[in-house]
């Protein structure tokens, strides 16, 4: 395919299919509060390619395990209930970041473009990227609609859920594997730094239009979509790393939904 | 208030209603060496109102955690009418605006439920006019009456209710607590609440538990307003609580009388 030969074409696909997952999951991301736990495991990500580097496994894949490490430890930390959650989530995120950094630094062998890494780049999104995106973007979302009803419910209410029968624990778990998962795919676009922007701008500038949970996962999806194809606009015309330009773009959408006059 | 009471006393005469629903003995709680609760036991029947009162954070929000099995006790056990069908109000919930869900959609987040059976509910409570109204636009009384329509979408057999009257003005306190009087006649189902108000729930109760960690004393309304242990918790002198009870009496006075007769 022609098409997928361009590096910008395919950096557009691959951002296009990113943000098709991350509307949906920001919508949970956004409603649960959990923010700053997206931030955490995004930014052990970077850990995940330096160890993709050493073992020489997609990085995606190298990833895509650190993520799931720190939603262990989140989990075991979150069940003793000894320290506050964001004292943990910190603690975590700034481990695994200095980690990653400091891998990448001890392995002189491999040369690393550390920005490209924490702020994205179109250049990097190769043929067997989409392939991961969009296969993997499939089963995402494909869990993710399985999971729909119990995840709303227990946003509603944890004690509520638990107490008529959706089980928690094993929802909350695979719903944690998916945000390790949408991270790992959207990384090499977005940016480590910046991949939760992807979750929680477009959902946030859709709250304003949607009148169901389903709208606004939809209206995130395509606020996202929109943002990911200006943002890579900008940056091919202007030679801007590709992450910052759609965090841009994502963030007028949310400064036009919420600063337009309300109408009543 | 006084009609309501009648039936209730009614509903004990003519209905086979000492089905045992729940039943603790000695049940315990001990988190990270504080003790929560100690040697609880208590019966619920089906077709009386049980009513755990105490001052904040004296254990009732945990107990009822506790029986409705989100919590595993230390200690003690825990008797369920084979497939009990519990219908639970908790006592928080999330009903941030970023979350779009309107009332009919809570109701039917851990059911399928015809429109059919959620009007039905919603009529019973008194609030079918609100069925599509965003629930972070709800009053808390109008909210916590939706909160009652959802548990009877399962055909309840025992009501476990959290603080129900929580941000309910005083004057739709008692309305609310007629309701659920009226719901356990309608729907012949065992309640089980907790308040931690004294005058109000009082009128609406069959058998009052006092908690302060343990059961510190339980009986029926006008034995426990004068029992010293709950004086001393709520720390009231004889003489006020003389005036609680008589406050309280007059209002129930020939009500009080009829169901004393009947129920001993």
Partial sequence: MMILDDFFWRAVIAGMGVAIVAGPLGC????????????????????????????????????????IV???????????????????????????LAMGVLMISLMVWVRIDLM??????????????????????????LTLFLLWRPLLAITFDQELAQAEDVPVVRVEFLFMLLIAAVIALSMKIIGILLVTSLLIIPVSAARRFSRTPEQMALGGALIGMASVGLGLGASLQIDTPSGPSIVISAVMFFFAANLLPQKK | M??????????????????????????????????????????????????????????KTTLLRVLLGLIPPNAGSIFKKAKLRIGYLPQKVNVDPILPLSVSRIMKLTGNYSSRQIKIALEETGVASLREKPIYQLSGGEFQ?????????????????????????????SELYKLIANLRTSHGCGVLMVSHDLHVVMASTDRVLCLNQHICCEGQPEDVSRHPEYLRMFGLDSGSALAVYSHHHDHTHHISGTLKEDSQ
Avoid: C
Wanted: net charge negative.
């Fill in chain 1, 28 to 67: 949970f991301v956004v409603w649960r509060r959990m923010s700053y736990l997206g931030d955490t495991m995004a930014h052990s990500a970077l850990l995940g390619v330096a160890l993709g580097f050493f073992l020489e496994v997609n990085l995606m894949l190298g990833v895509f395990a650190v993520a």
């Fill in chain 2, 145 to 173: 009456r939706v909160m009652l329509a959802r548990t009877l979408l399962r055909s309840p057999e025992l009501l476990v209710l959290d603080e129900p009257v929580q941000g309910v003005d005083y004057m739709g306190e």
């Fill in chain 2, 2 to 59: 006084s009609s309501n009471r009648e039936t209730a006393a009614n509903y004990s005469r003519t209905e086979e209603n000492n089905q045992i629903l729940l039943q603790t003995r000695d049940l315990s709680l001990v988190t990270g060496g504080r003790e929560l609760l100690t040697d609880i036991t208590l019966t619920v029947s089906a077709g009386e109102i049980v009513t755990v009162i105490g001052p904040n954070g004296t254990g």
């Fill in chain 1, 116 to 141: 490209a890494y924490l702020f994205g780049d179109i250049l990097a999104v190769s043929l067997v990227d989409l392939y991961w995106i969009y296969g993997g973007g499939f089963f995402i979302l």
């Fill in chain 1, 70 to 96: 720190v939603a262990l430890l989140l989990f075991f930390f979150q069940r003793q209930k000894q320290l506050a959650n964001d004292a943990v989530l910190g603690t975590l995120s700034h481990a695994s």
